[in-house]
């Protein structure tokens, strides 16, 4: 019985140890009412990727930003979109695992393929001082959030 109560204790203080990393790693001092820049966005989607366990240091692993409409806009307005994909010299062709939008007023991240918002404790802290910093909710952007076909509703 003592070693699982020392078990569970090293999971509690190791995760309370990643919550802090995580959110360190975030820079909410640059952003303002404007809301972030697409350079954050990416910055913190990386952030919820890699507690997915995404290994991104992987040869071929990329993240892509470069995802535009014909007239050089956004896909979906008040949203940043990236592609999350593998590409090596061997690989017929390259292959893209999942799309996400990251909103720039609130920090909102969703997979908009499968409609799934991530979510998780550390990165719901780092969405409160976006928030703070922006005057957004996610209840503001309800009518945004409907453009990516998903909705928490």
Not at 12 to 21: G, K, L, R, T
Request: hydrophobic fraction near 40%; charged fraction near 25%; include cysteine.
């Amino acid at each position: 019985m003592p070693r699982k109560i020392m078990l569970v204790f090293f999971l509690f203080i190791s995760e309370v140890c990643y919550a802090q990393v995580v959110v360190s790693e975030f820079n909410l001092s640059d952003i303002n009412r404007g809301g972030m820049t697409k350079a954050q966005a990416e910055k913190l989607l990386i952030i919820a990727l890699k507690y997915q366990k995404y290994d991104l240091s992987l040869d071929g692993v990329f993240v892509d930003g470069d995802l535009q409409d014909k007239h050089g806009n956004p896909p979906h307005p008040g949203y940043y979109d990236f592609s999350l994909g593998y590409d090596t010299p061997t690989a017929g062709a390259i292959d893209y695992w999942e799309l996400f939008s990251v909103s720039s007023q609130t920090g909102d991240i969703w997979e908009i393929n499968k409609c799934e918002r991530i979510i998780f404790p550390q990165l719901q802290k780092i969405q409160q001082e976006i928030m703070k910093k922006t005057g957004a909710t996610f209840a503001s952007e309800v009518v945004q959030r409907r453009g990516l076909g998903c909705t928490d509703e």
